[in-house]
């Protein structure tokens, strides 16, 4: 070890931030209390859960991602629908929370300032898709959740685009599958993109089979392994294929759909203009990574076509929440300049205003009525508890 290492490997251990500081743990605790505040007073004001609603519908919970399936299936074991909805609801507030705080804690160590990150938080907790999800329809969680782990992934291999990088985002595409039968669709594209990323396969047949193979085989075992625990428990293989099957068995065209879907993305979700803007903005702190900025516009726009030429009972609101999420995710891997930052705040505020105001786009009058403890006329389907 030379002199410079030595002189030098103290300031860089002083430099490394503990992941469970104070912040962070302060952050996720606040976030989760505010939240189960939140989602019990919904429950309170008598709104049963969208997801809950679909349970008790039948075999509604089947009509999701595998997932959503496993979740909902061991709420369904739970005794009564008070009970169903705590249960549901704590679990979603807990991961919820959770990401709240590693995301404060990630903003704070890519440059952003406590008021920044602080405003930004609070910007995304204010938003009215993010409380809906949160406190009314969780079954779209898994499907961020993927979208959020698979942003990372994506610089990982666009900076570094060895077979390291490449496994780590083969390991990740099952959550795709798990997380929805439309989100299923995109694990091919993902596979061939990761095996073209690595330079031998891009010259190489032999080489590119075998990066293929890398980022396909994840999927491949946990599928097996999924149909191989539904035999098991003897359960109805082809009821639990169906959502997957069905999604794909009535192909159309709807043009409202796309265009009030593309009208919900730029509406809810205006954020989609840094990530443009970053590709092109000169003197960035860091090198330019193109491709995970637009996955971040690249994957919620997949969902507004699919949800217009699909079988999918997906509401307008998920794309922009998607959007959102898959923004967050990329700020907590990317180092923007003070302008872009600024701009990211204010199209966040701008979001969450808009969430609340264009109620042609999308809304919910029933959960707002359960939420502010008011009943508007003309809601003919809201149950209310005696005395509310």
């Known amino acids: ?9 103290p300031v860089a251990a002083r430099r490394r931030r503990p992941f469970w500081r104070a912040a962070t743990i302060l952050w996720s605790l606040g976030a989760v209390l ?3 505040v939140l989602a019990l007073n919904v429950i309170d004001g008598g709104y049963v859960r969208r997801d809950i609603e679909q349970l008790q519908a039948g075999e509604a919970w089947r009509t999701g991602g595998w997932l959503s399936q496993v979740v909902l299936r061991v709420v369904s074991l739970l005794p009564g629908t008070q009970l169903q909805q705590w249960a549901l609801s704590l679990t979603v507030v807990v991961i919820s929370g959770f990401a709240f705080g590693v995301l404060y804690d990630r903003l704070r160590a890519n440059g952003w300032f406590r008021i920044g990150a602080f405003i930004a938080l609070v910007a995304l907790m204010l938003h009215a898709g993010g409380l809906y999800t949160v406190t009314a329809s969780s079954r779209a969680i898994p499907l961020y959740i993927a979208f959020a782990a698979l942003i990372p992934a994506i ?5 570094v685009g060895d077979v390291q990088s490449a496994i ?7 959550l795709l599958l798990l997380a929805s039968p439309i989100a299923a669709l995109l694990i091919v594209p993902f596979a061939i993109a990761t095996a073209l990323a690595d330079r031998d396969a891009r010259t190489d047949p032999r080489a590119f089979v075998a990066m293929l193979l890398v980022a396909v085989l994840p999927t491949l075992i946990v599928a097996i392994g999924i149909v191989g625990f539904i035999m098991q428990a003897r359960m109805d293989v082809a009821a639990a294929l169906l959502p997957y099957v069905g999604t794909y068995a009535n192909l159309h ?5 796309l265009a009030s879907g593309l009208e919900a993305l730029a509406v809810f979700a205006p954020v989609l203009l840094v990530p443009l803007l970053y590709c092109f903005w000169p003197d960035l702190p860091e090198r330019r990574h193109v491709f995970s900025a637009l996955a971040v516009i690249a994957l919620p726009l997949y969902l507004v076509f699919a949800r217009a030429t699909l079988t999918t009972t997906m509401t307008a609101i998920v794309p922009p929440i998607a959007l959102l999420v898959a923004f967050l995710s990329w700020l907590a891997v990317v ?3 003070f302008q872009l930052r600024l701009l990211s705040l204010l199209l966040l505020l701008l979001a969450a205003a808009a969430s609340w105001t264009y109620t042609g786009l999308w809304d919910d009058p029933a959960w707002k009525a359960a939420l502010f403890n008011a009943v508007p006329s003309g809601i003919g389907n809201l149950t209310l508890r005696p005395g509310v």
């Not at 070890?1 to 490997?9: E, H, K």
């Not at 780590?168 to 099952?174: A, D, E, I, N």
């Open 253 to 257: 065209f709807d043009p409202a759909a």
């Open 335 to 337: 180092r923007l300049p």
């Open 1 to 9: 070890m030379s002199l410079v290492d030595l002189a030098t490997a």
């Open 168 to 174: 780590g985002l083969g390991l990740l595409l099952p």
């Open 155 to 159: 610089r990982s291999l666009e900076d």
């Open 34 to 36: 505010v939240l189960l």
